[in-house]
């Protein structure tokens, strides 16, 4: 693309390595400009630090880094005591939160309980109307199969007399359902 300026902030050297321009900052003050290839053969700080980077433990370099990362090293080991330390606190901490939440999570569900009081009557009734609405069809079959059970008796009278109550018995349910 052009007239597009990215900056990248680069912690491996290796993902610069077709970048237009490569400044090297040392102290917030800009040392060295140019492109890849131009800064290697110049053999300044940014040639060491991509040497430095290389997985070339033979090399004759391995100075040059010792001397660049030296500087690096004493910032190094006061962030790792800080690091380590931070740690430490933390491991503490969360001990001491997991001890209180083993504590509390049963006096959780009784402050949850005690909590809910109000509302035990809406989850009783919910509670009797969700058994009826999954009783409903159990209950339709099971009148189906007296009102076919009905037929085969051998009065008409009874038969007319069985129908007409299981007839107002389903129209009330039905009635009931739609509410």
Not at 30 to 52: K, P, T, W
Not at 128 to 145: C, D, N, R, S
């Amino acid at each position: 693309m052009e007239k597009r300026t990215t900056i990248v902030i680069a912690h491996r050297l290796s993902t610069i390595r077709n970048v237009d321009k490569v400044l090297v900052l040392r102290n917030g003050q800009v040392i060295e400009i140019g492109s890849h290839a131009e800064l290697i053969s110049r053999g300044g700080d940014y040639a060491n630090l991509v040497n430095c980077q290389e997985p070339d433990p033979q090399s004759v370099m391995l100075e040059s880094c010792k001397s660049l990362a030296g500087s690096l090293s004493s910032r190094r080991v006061a962030s790792s005591r800080r690091t380590s330390s931070f740690r430490d606190d933390q491991e503490k901490t969360n001990e001491k939160d997991s001890n209180q939440e083993i504590l509390s999570s049963s006096s959780m569900v009784w402050e949850l309980i005690k909590l809910s009081v109000p509302e035990w009557s809406y989850a009783l009734l919910g509670s009797i109307g969700a058994v009826l609405a999954g009783a409903q069809p159990a209950l339709f079959f099971t009148g189906i199969a007296y009102l076919l059970n009905m037929f085969y008796s051998p009065f008409p009278s009874v038969i007319k007399r069985d129908v007409e109550k299981v007839a107002i018995v389903f129209v009330g349910v039905g009635v009931v359902e739609r509410m």
